[in-house]
T-cell receptor
Framework: AQSVTQLDSQVPVFEEAPVELRCNYS??????LFWYVQYPNQGLQLLLKYLSGSTLVESINGFEAEFNKSQTSFHLRKPSVHISDTAEYFCAVTPSGAGSYQLTFGKGTKLSVIP | DAGVTQSPTHLIKTRGQQVTLRCSPK?????VSWYQQALGQGPQFIFQYYEEEERQRGNFPDRFSGHQFPNYSSELNVNALLLGDSALYLC??????????????FGNGTRLTVT
C-alpha cells in the first residue's frame, strides 16, 4: 500500500515570492508521482508528473517538482507566485507496475497568494 | 472537445435513500474512475471501470456500486445513504494504455449532501 503526506495544510505567501509545497510518500514498490491543482468549485487538473527519466519535472505555468528517491519526496516549487496560483494542491502516487490503477492522494495544501 | 462531465452538480438526499451519479468521459477515453473527496481531505479511490467491468476497487463497502455502459459513460450508485457519505464525488477518465500510467482527467464533481 502507498501513503502520501503533505506536511503543510495551508501556505500563505506574498505575490512574487517563492513557494515550496512539501510532499513525502511511502511505498514498498516503485511509483509514479503527480501534482494536481484544484481551483474553487472545480475538479482536479494535472499540474505535472514524474514517470521516469529526469528527476526534475516542470509544468507550463512555472511550477517544478523534483523526485528524490532516497528521501521519498516530491516537493513542488515555484520561484515567483501569482494571485492566480491561489488554489489547493494535491500530491498523488500510484505503483508503476502493471495491475494497479488507483491514485493515492495526500490531504492537500491550500496555497493563498497575498497581494 | 468536451472534458469529463458529471451530473447532477449538487444533490441533497436523506439518510437511508439511494442515489445515482452520472459521468461522461472525455472524448477518446475508455476508462472511468470514481473518487470520494470528503471536506478537508484528498480524494479517495472508490473503483475503476474498464470494458464495462469493475477492474479495481478501493476500501469502500458494497453499498457503493457502479456501472459502465458501451459508450464508456458510467454511473455510481450508493445505497442506504449515511451522513458520512456527504462528500464531493469526482469522476476521472483516462485512456487505458498499458505501457505507462495514463494521467487522469477529472470532472468538476457532484456535491452530495446527506441529511
Amino acid at each position: 500500500a502507498q501513503s502520501v503526506t503533505q506536511l503543510d495544510s495551508q501556505v500563505p505567501v506574498f505575490e512574487e515570492a517563492p513557494v515550496e509545497l512539501r510532499c513525502n510518500y511511502s511505498s514498498s514498490v516503485s511509483v509514479y508521482l503527480f501534482w494536481y491543482v484544484q481551483y474553487p468549485n472545480q475538479g482536479l487538473q494535472l499540474l505535472l508528473k514524474y514517470l521516469s527519466g529526469s528527476t526534475l519535472v516542470e509544468s507550463i505555468n512555472g511550477f517544478e517538482a523534483e523526485f528524490n528517491k532516497s528521501q521519498t519526496s516530491f516537493h513542488l516549487r515555484k520561484p515567483s507566485v501569482h494571485i492566480s496560483d491561489t488554489a489547493e494542491y494535491f500530491c498523488a502516487v500510484t505503483p508503476s507496475g502493471a495491475g494497479s490503477y488507483q491514485l493515492t492522494f495526500g490531504k492537500g495544501t491550500k496555497l493563498s497568494v497575498i497581494p | 472537445d468536451a472534458g469529463v462531465t458529471q451530473s447532477p452538480t449538487h444533490l441533497i438526499k436523506t439518510r437511508g435513500q439511494q442515489v445515482t451519479l452520472r459521468c461522461s468521459p472525455k472524448s477518446g477515453h475508455d476508462t472511468v474512475s470514481w473518487y470520494q473527496q470528503a471536506l478537508g481531505q484528498g480524494p479517495q479511490f472508490i473503483f475503476q471501470y474498464y470494458e464495462e467491468e469493475e477492474r479495481q476497487r478501493g476500501n469502500f463497502p458494497d453499498r457503493f456500486s457502479g456501472h459502465q455502459f458501451p459508450n464508456y459513460s458510467s454511473e455510481l450508485n450508493v445505497n442506504a445513504l449515511l451522513l458520512g457519505d456527504s462528500a464531493l464525488y469526482l469522476c476521472a477518465s483516462s485512456f487505458d494504455r498499458r505501457s505507462y500510467n495514463s494521467p487522469l482527467h477529472f470532472g468538476n464533481g457532484t456535491r452530495l449532501t446527506v441529511t
